[in-house]
């Protein structure tokens, strides 16, 4: 008897439909492992990195309670806060003034507000930006103050030039300034898409942003919103990247 006849069927190839099954039996083991892999990733990036990203801090929550919706804007001040109400945030990087706003809800120098109470109808200089700008308004105001200029602020913070334009149109020009200081930092580019994608949502401000005024957006779709609440461990990483 040959080699080949004492081995038999033995040696014969398996059966397509053994050899099938075994593909998809390695390709469904493939795909346990890839996604057991996602998942404890996911949970070691969400503990590691989203409460950076969605827990706000003490500062935010402090600020935020100060804030009001606007439809234009996204957000602005509580209007008509006082001096003498001494809402002083603690920073650590900053060192505020009492918040004093007008009935707009932009952040000025008491001696602006004075001279709006007083009957001014018209300023010489009028400032937009963020946060920069904002903190700058006293200084602005005395500056210009000493070289017989009257200054008006229309900056606020995580706002960016399609904002600043709206403060611009909506409130500035029925100030009549001679000049406009319009100030620009480098976020300002990416918050500016942020703004325009907030606008086509039909989102409030907050809600957006995931319920603070400088929190993660929620995304434009339903794709991008389901992606940021159940990845938000791997979303949180890249933001802190």
């Known amino acids: 008897m040959s080699s080949a006849e004492e081995h038999g069927p033995a040696d014969a190839p398996a059966p397509d439909g053994a050899g099938s099954r075994g593909r998809w039996?390695?390709?469904?083991?493939?795909?346990?492992?890839?996604?057991?892999?996602?998942?404890?990733?996911?949970?070691?990036?969400?503990?590691?990195?989203?409460h950076l990203i969605y827990t706000p801090r003490p500062e935010v929550q402090?600020?935020?309670?100060?804030?009001?919706?606007?439809?234009?804007?996204?957000?602005?001040?509580?209007?008509?806060v006082r001096a003498d109400e001494q809402v002083v945030f603690e920073v650590a990087d900053v060192e505020f003034e009492p918040l004093t706003t007008d009935e707009h809800g932009f952040n000025n120098a008491p001696g602006a507000l004075a001279e709006r109470r007083a009957g001014r109808s018209r300023f010489d200089m009028v400032g937009v930006g963020d946060s920069f700008m904002e903190h700058a308004?006293?200084?602005?105001?005395?500056?210009?103050?000493?070289?017989?200029?009257?200054?008006?602020?229309l900056?606020?913070?995580?706002?960016?030039?399609?904002?600043?334009?709206?403060?611009?149109r909506e409130y500035a020009l029925g100030l009549e300034p001679a000049w406009v200081v319009y100030g620009l930092?480098?976020?300002?580019?990416?918050?500016?898409?942020?703004?325009?994608?907030?606008?086509?949502?039909?989102?409030?401000?907050?809600?957006?942003?995931?319920?603070?005024?400088?929190?993660p957006p929620v995304g434009t779709n339903r794709v991008g919103r389901a992606a940021r609440r159940y990845l938000r461990g791997f979303y949180s990483f890249y933001r802190v990247v």
């Open 62 to 80: 402090a600020v935020q309670a100060y804030l009001e919706l606007d439809p234009d804007l996204g957000f602005t001040w509580r209007p008509n």
């Open 25 to 50: 039996a390695n390709l469904a083991l493939l795909i346990v492992a890839v996604l057991a892999g996602g998942a404890i990733c996911e949970a070691v990036l969400r503990h590691r990195y989203a």
């Open 185 to 215: 930092f480098e976020n300002d580019f990416a918050e500016a898409h942020d703004y325009e994608d907030w606008r086509g949502t039909g989102l409030d401000w907050f809600a957006y942003h995931s319920g603070t005024w400088c929190g």
């Open 137 to 153: 308004c006293r200084g602005f105001h005395d500056a210009f103050e000493a070289a017989g200029l009257a200054y008006y602020s």
């Open 155 to 168: 900056a606020m913070h995580r706002h960016s030039p399609p904002q600043y334009n709206v403060a611009l």
